[in-house]
């Protein structure tokens, strides 16, 4: 691995404050592109036969529990602001019982005195927790060595590895070497002794995509959909000049729906966890994820600002929420726990009227 570079972190940590301000004061949505999932509807059951105070919603990944099938998708680090975003992320998890994803901690790799700022272990000691690195960076010298380095920063249950080809194709500072990649990804499925996520961040994964990762060895895929935010459009925000404004501007719209994604990857990968995430705003759209397909369903920008507005209760609270909206559309659609809802069909909206 290269040496460290001191301007190199620094970039790093004023990268993160913009995505972070970016993220809470400006539109980075879609403009017309959405997750999807408006385009299905359950049959409603009026006589469902369970009584609503029974409908579990628990459920497990990585042989740990699990009250919601909620996870806090990976957001941040690398700052002061970050680490207190985290710590507040991370206390409600533990509170709901509901799993988490930590920002990318190259950060850290790069300079270990941002270590503090993904630490949450000792206010979240129990929940599912992933560490985070750029998959891409496995062709800019980070090895198993870093990937083990990131797991044990955070005493993590696995590692996620993320997919952001878009994200650094616009940025001017972004590492845009994505080939062979591949091959280097399933060297540390096979040799990191815990599991390996595959993670979108926004723009979906397709139905070869997810065929190459299973074969490539990886534990679980998180589809990360289009639909919810925009890095494209975050990295608008921050372009440096117009130029590269107008050209991170111009893939507004690109990706693959939560939805479409999301069958794609079950298809492709049947016998793996699969996390839906992008464009998730309330727990009808988390039901209609578990009835299509996924094992969890993460949530990123809403938490994110619970937690500014609302600290720990906030998150709580929007977890609550959410919780309370899955177990309605449960007794309403006739599944008693999520292997029913696994097996409850989604109808799809016809565009004939």
């Not at 959405?34 to 409603?44: C, D, P, Q, R, V």
């Not at 111009?250 to 994604?261: L, R, Y």
Request: charged share 20%; with cysteine.
């Amino acid at each position: 691995m290269s040496p460290t570079n001191p301007d190199s972190e620094n970039n790093h940590e004023q990268r993160k404050s913009d995505h972070i301000r970016i993220n809470l004061e400006e539109n980075v949505n879609f403009n017309q592109l959405s997750a999807g999932l408006e385009n299905y509807f359950f049959m409603h059951q009026a006589v469902p036969e369970l009584d609503l105070d029974q409908v579990d919603t628990t459920a497990e990944i990585f042989q740990k529990p699990l009250r919601t099938p909620l996870l806090i998708s990976s957001m941040t680090g690398g700052t002061a602001e970050a680490r207190a975003i985290n710590r507040t992320l991370a206390a409600a998890a533990q509170e709901v019982g509901m799993a988490m994803g930590l920002g990318s901690q190259r950060a850290a790799i790069e300079n270990d005195a941002l270590a503090d700022t993904y630490w949450v272990r000792d206010v979240a000691p129990s929940i599912p927790l992933f560490a985070n690195l750029g998959a891409v960076q496995l062709n800019y010298g980070y090895g198993l060595a870093e990937c083990q380095r990131a797991v044990d920063m955070v005493k993590a249950d696995a590692l996620i590895l993320h997919f952001n080809v878009l994200q650094e194709a616009v940025q001017p500072e972004g590492d845009g070497n994505f080939s062979g990649l591949l091959k280097k990804v399933a060297q540390i499925c096979r040799r990191l002794p815990v599991p390996v996520i595959a993670k979108e961040v926004g723009w979906g994964f397709s139905l070869e995509a997810a065929r190459q990762l299973r074969e490539a060895g990886v534990a679980a895929i998180d589809v990360a959909g289009a639909g919810g935010t925009s890095w494209s459009q975050v990295e608008m925000h921050r372009a440096p000049s117009a130029r590269h404004a107008r050209v991170a501007g111009a893939f507004v719209d690109w990706g693959i729906p939560t939805a479409v994604s999301l069958q794609y990857c079950r298809q492709a990968a049947p016998g793996l966890p699969i996390f839906a995430s992008g464009g998730i705003h309330n727990g009808i759209e988390v039901a209609k994820c578990l009835a299509l397909g996924a094992n969890l369903v993460g949530i990123a920008g809403d938490f994110l600002r619970a937690a500014d507005a609302g600290g720990i209760p906030g998150v709580i609270e929007l977890a609550a929420a959410v919780t309370d909206e899955l177990r309605v559309a449960m007794i309403c659609s006739g599944a008693g726990n999520l292997s029913a809802l696994a097996e409850t069909p989604l109808y799809k909206m016809s565009n004939e009227q």
